[in-house]
């Protein structure tokens, strides 16, 4: 079965450029996530979905990011424009309602604003 | 709000002996579920154990092992017999309890890792 995936692996952007990313869950699982992990420190949650529906955003800067997950399958992360501090390693998950022991994460991507 | 704090940012190991990784949490719900992740360079984030708030034993799988404390709030990970692959970055989470019912669909709330080096 295939993981999480996620493209690109790597990217680097000028400032004030837009920069977006894919991923594409397991097959069968309706909860997507993105969370952004700043270097040296854990992961943050930026958007959760459940299917189509994003249900909790609260930590998604909505004045320059956005999601989408159409059909509620692949999902696409959006940053226009990207600033400096948007440098991080930006990471997918998914899980299934019968997933109890957490979620699948896929490789990530690495982002760079220069 | 829940919280997870991991005071350890680097640890030492050699190899074949035991390592402990702390974990302190911090929360007011009832039922929650815990879990450790391994982050190698390549980036990617690998489960490796969970416990529940209610489980009565702490959690085994395979060389690793959870020191569940919940009267102390801590959930430390001990890795038996290091190899040298076992070097990476180790996070500590915490979420609300899985509920079939919500699809176990809560967000994890992560430590800020600890970096394992294992020694020959």
């Known amino acids: 079965e295939a993981g999480v995936v996620q493209s690109p692996r790597y990217k680097i952007i000028e400032k004030k450029q837009p920069v977006a990313f894919w991923c594409n869950p397991i097959?069968?699982?309706?909860?997507l996530y993105w969370y952004r992990q700043n270097l040296g420190q854990g992961p943050e949650l930026l958007i959760r979905?459940?299917?189509?529906?994003?249900?909790?955003d609260s930590q998604l800067p909505k004045d320059r990011f956005s999601a989408e997950r159409l059909k509620g399958v692949d999902s696409t992360l959006k940053i226009q424009p990207a600033e400096l501090g948007d440098s991080a390693v930006y990471l997918c998950?998914?899980?299934?309602?019968?997933?109890?022991?957490?979620?699948?994460f896929g490789s990530g991507t690495r982002l760079t604003v220069v | 709000a829940q919280k997870i704090t991991q005071t350890q940012p680097g640890m030492f190991v050699q190899e074949k002996e035991a390592v402990t990784l702390d974990c302190t949490y911090d929360t007011s719900d009832q039922s929650y579920g815990l879990f450790w992740y391994k982050q190698p360079s390549s980036g990617e984030m690998i489960f490796l154990i969970y416990?529940?708030?209610?489980?009565?034993q702490n959690a085994t799988e395979g060389r690793y092992s959870l020191n569940f404390q919940k009267a102390r709030k801590s959930a430390n990970l001990v890795i038996s017999a290091s190899q040298l692959g076992d070097s990476a970055m180790y996070f500590c989470?915490?979420?609300?309890?899985?509920?079939?019912?919500?699809?176990?669909?809560?967000?994890?709330?992560f430590g800020t890792g600890t970096q394992l080096k294992v020694e020959l």
């Open positions: 979905y459940e299917n189509e529906e994003a249900v909790d």
């Open positions: 097959s069968g699982h309706n909860t």
């Open positions: 989470a915490m979420r609300e309890v899985y509920s079939i019912l919500t699809g176990g669909g809560n967000k994890l709330t």
């Open positions: 416990q529940g708030s209610y489980d009565e």
């Open positions: 998950a998914s899980s299934g309602r019968r997933d109890r022991y957490g979620y699948t």
